[in-house]
């Protein structure tokens, strides 16, 4: 019977220490929704409003930090929230390669099973715009939004991206340019 119940025992403490709501390993989640607003300004700058609607999954890491993906390193002006509560920015960017910065989600990091907002706005970067390869009366910019790699994301994304042209750009005057090979 002692052996027995030291079997039973040895297991459960196995199974407890092994589980994955204990492990908090790996981040995995779900962007619920993402919607991102990309204004170019007159004077030849972006800025950028991001809404992220992150569902964190059960068992995974808590969503401590987000990075946020910038065209490059000449930006400023930069404001986040969770869920409506100012948080911190931190120059600790994970992101793969390029620019950009993190949100330190500190006291409102959003927790396994649980779902938050976060939001970002960056009110300048600048150096975006380049001659048009295909007419030289014209400016060319490129914008492509932040993502996160398949291996954190789960789910499918209601997933939103506006341009908003400088005042007086009028309907006829904006040309799109199709995506380089391999895109």
Known sequence: ????????????????????????????????????HAYWNSDGTLSLDYTWVFVNQ?????????DVGT????????????????VSISTDYQG?????????????????GQRGTVHVYIGRVERVLYPDDQDE???SAVFAPTFFGSQYVTG???????????????????????APSGF
Not at 5 to 30: E, H, M, N, R
Not at 58 to 66: E, K, L, R, Y
Not at 96 to 112: K, L, N
């Open 58 to 66: 059960p068992g995974a890491h808590v969503i401590d930090f987000v």
């Open 137 to 139: 009366a014209y400016a």
């Open 96 to 112: 793969e390669g390029g620019s950009g910065f993190a949100v330190d989600m500190g006291a409102y990091a959003i927790q396994p």
């Open 1 to 36: 019977m002692k052996k027995l119940l030291a079997i039973i025992l040895a297991l459960l403490v196995a199974l407890t220490l092994f589980s994955p709501a204990s492990a908090q390993g790996d981040y995995f989640f779900a962007v619920e929704r993402l919607s991102v």
């Open 71 to 86: 065209p490059n390193d000449n930006y400023g002006d930069i404001l986040a929230d969770v869920n409506g509560n100012p």
């Open 156 to 178: 499918s994304t209601d997933y939103t991206v506006a341009f908003h042209l400088p005042p007086g750009v009028q309907p006829e005057e904006p040309r799109w340019h199709g």
